[in-house]
């Protein structure tokens, strides 16, 4: 599955790998049923709902996506532990050569075994990778029960409105820095 990645992206978001029917497609989550597209589209990252087949459209809005690991299979707990840990050590590299301004990892599970976080919860979280912040979602997977549409478009929604007020405080510091600059 290739990357839809660019430098500085304000998110990176990173599924944990891609199913078989995604993998044959071609295109990140392309499974009839996965929640990722609509998910967006709820939240307000999209303007309208986006098919998995036009996934480089995320790009002229300053997202992307990759996956903790690229090895397909028909369902997540498929992976092992070391693939997880392995993949998360692969996923830090990219960011740091990239720098998007947020990485949300899609999957709570694959979070807190590619990080070694156990108590890592949905949300913001408190560690870095270099300046980027990271923000963990559920996994958007049709198979996650746990989350019906509604609540993935709004713990969603949670991490565009972070981006949108970060995006915010950067252009008052830069009307500020303009201002003092003028002003010396």
């Given at each position: 599955m290739p990357d839809v990645i660019a430098s500085g992206l304000r998110v990176l978001f990173c599924g944990i790998n891609p199913g078989l029917y995604t993998a044959a497609v071609g295109h990140?989550?392309?499974?009839?049923?996965?929640?990722?597209?609509p998910a967006l589209f709820a939240a307000g990252f999209t303007e309208r709902l986006v098919s998995p087949f036009d996934e480089?459209?995320?790009?002229?809005?300053?997202?992307?996506?990759t996956n903790v690991v690229m090895r397909a299979t028909a369902?997540?707990?498929?992976l092992t532990r070391e693939e997880l840990q392995?993949?998360?050590?692969?996923?830090?590299?990219?960011?740091?050569?990239?720098?998007?301004?947020?990485?949300?990892?899609l999957g709570l599970g694959a979070y807190r075994a590619a990080w070694k976080q156990p108590k890592a919860?949905?949300?913001?979280?408190d560690e870095r990778i270099g300046d980027t912040l990271l923000w963990v979602l559920p996994n958007p997977s049709g198979l996650?029960?746990?989350?019906?549409a509604k609540d993935l478009a709004l713990v969603f929604g949670e991490l565009k409105a972070a981006i949108d007020g970060c995006e915010e405080i950067?252009?008052?510091i830069d009307r500020i820095y303009t201002i003092n600059k003028m002003k010396s």
């Open positions: 990140h989550f392309a499974r009839p049923g996965n929640r990722f597209w480089r459209e995320l790009l002229e809005h300053g997202f992307g996506i369902t997540a707990d498929q392995a993949g998360g050590k692969r996923l830090r590299a990219k960011v740091r050569s990239y720098k998007p301004a947020f990485l949300a990892v919860v949905i949300g913001k979280q996650n029960a746990h989350y019906q950067r252009k008052d």
